[in-house]
């Protein structure tokens, strides 16, 4: 059987674009903060990092994207040097 949508249900064409929602949702009350004098430049919270917030600075110490930190610790489990943490914005 095929379902046609009416005009009424079809959803809207003007709908938010991903970046767009990104920016609207709600910031998590945390974010990622590392002691940079400690850190070991491993890498290891860079490939962890489900939203790509750490890079490394010239090789030297890890450095966090608030705008995309979302908070959810993962470095801060995963860092070797014990460094990285989840603090409240
Ligand atoms: S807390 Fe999560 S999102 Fe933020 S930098 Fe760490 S791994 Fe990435
Ligand atoms: S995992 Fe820890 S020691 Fe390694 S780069 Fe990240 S903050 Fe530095």
Request: contains cysteine; aromatic residues 2%.
């Amino acid at each position: 059987m095929t379902t046609t949508l009416s005009t009424q249900q079809a959803p809207s064409l003007a709908c938010a674009s991903p970046a767009s929602r990104e920016k609207a949702r709600p910031r998590s009350k945390y974010k990622a903060q590392n002691e940079q004098d400690r850190c070991v430049a491993c890498g290891v919270c860079v490939k962890m990092c489900p939203k790509d917030a750490i890079s490394i600075l010239k090789g030297c110490y890890a450095v966090i994207d608030e705008d995309r930190c979302v908070g959810c610790g993962i470095c801060e489990k995963n860092c070797p040097a014990g460094v990285m943490h989840k603090v409240t914005r």
